[in-house]
């Protein structure tokens, strides 16, 4: 199938952007939440979606790894046509979305949720020394569940889980939400390390400026549109007339 080839195509350096979306519209029954967006994600780079809570950024994010088919418009990988590919096809492909909140495994151990990872052939030694390696502190909470760390460690095992299947595209949604600044910008270092990994992705964010610092391309989304794409710093400086709503 043409989709499964786009993670090996990035890997021969194929010119067609990672992710593109063109005048998507998208929704929840017969409402739409997006009207038209422009989003292009390079290989290599970290695109921050940024914008007040009921912008359409999660929706967006959904639709994009296939939990929502599109009313019009289209989303493309590697310049093919992705519209109405199954989630569990796009994530084989290379596609990870970690939703807003704790993406773990509750009453599993720390082991026991990176083990959820290994049956479709990852050697769960390999997963394990990575996700201690990028978070010692996971090491130490091994055989703890996961359901009694604290928000910022269940955030970074929610993280190893993701790496862990070496995706092509990591999608965050609200990775600090709920969480003191101090672990959002521990969080946030780490992101970035991936990013110098070359890993491609797009981050979600409501507030903004925990997130501006690792990446290379901002967007403003209000009312399910693109206001503006650019610099994260020329964005920064147009962030508080979008949150009021000023055009």
Known sequence: ??????????????????????NLHAGYGIIDVLHGVDL?????QVFALLGPNGAGKSTTLKTACGQIVPTSGSILMSGKEMNGTPPDVLSRAGVCLIPEGHSVFPNLTVEENL??????????DEVRE??????????????????TLSGGEQQMLALSRAISTDPALLMLDELSIGLAPIIVEELYEQVGQLAKSGL???????????VLGVADVAAIMLHG????????????EELTSAYLGIQ
């Open 40 to 44: 292009t994600v390079e290989r290599g």
């Open 200 to 210: 491609s992705i797009l981050i979600v964010e409501q507030f903004a400026q925990s």
């Open 115 to 124: 083990r959820m990872n290994t049956y479709s052939g990852t050697n769960f």
């Open 225 to 236: 549109k693109i206001l503006k794409t650019g610099d994260p710093e020329n964005i920064a």
């Open 1 to 22: 199938m043409a989709i499964q080839t786009f993670v090996h195509e990035q890997q021969i350096g194929v010119e067609q952007p990672l992710l593109e979306i063109v």
């Open 130 to 147: 990575r996700a201690y390696t990028q978070f010692p502190q996971l090491k130490e909470r091994s055989k703890q569940r996961a359901g």
